[in-house]
């Protein structure tokens, strides 16, 4: 890893899947929920960014109540 936002090269992918099938690595990352493209040829395209923090362990922003329109 250079960067954060370099892009995971087909070497580096099968090493953190596991797989050489397009289609098995998209379900690893799928699963570790790590947001990714899909490219024409299936392979899987992201960056170190998304696989350091991916969606699925981000913490979602509090939902903050709505104002009481009625008091005004």
């Known amino acids: 890893m250079k960067n954060e936002s370099d892009v995971i090269t087909p070497e580096e992918m099968i090493e953190l899947?596991?797989?050489q099938?397009?289609?098995k690595q998209c379900e690893a990352?799928?699963?570790a929920?790590?947001?990714f493209?899909?490219?024409p040829d299936g392979y899987p395209k992201t960056t170190w960014a998304h696989f350091n923090?991916?969606?699925a362990k981000r913490q979602a922003l509090p939902v903050s109540?709505?104002?009481d329109?009625?008091?005004m």
């Open 17 to 19: 899947t596991g797989y």
């Open 21 to 23: 099938f397009p289609s």
């Open 29 to 31: 990352l799928e699963r």
């Open 33 to 35: 929920g790590i947001f």
């Open 37 to 39: 493209i899909k490219r």
């Open 53 to 55: 923090s991916p969606l």
């Open 65 to 67: 109540e709505e104002p």
């Open 69 to 71: 329109f009625g008091a």
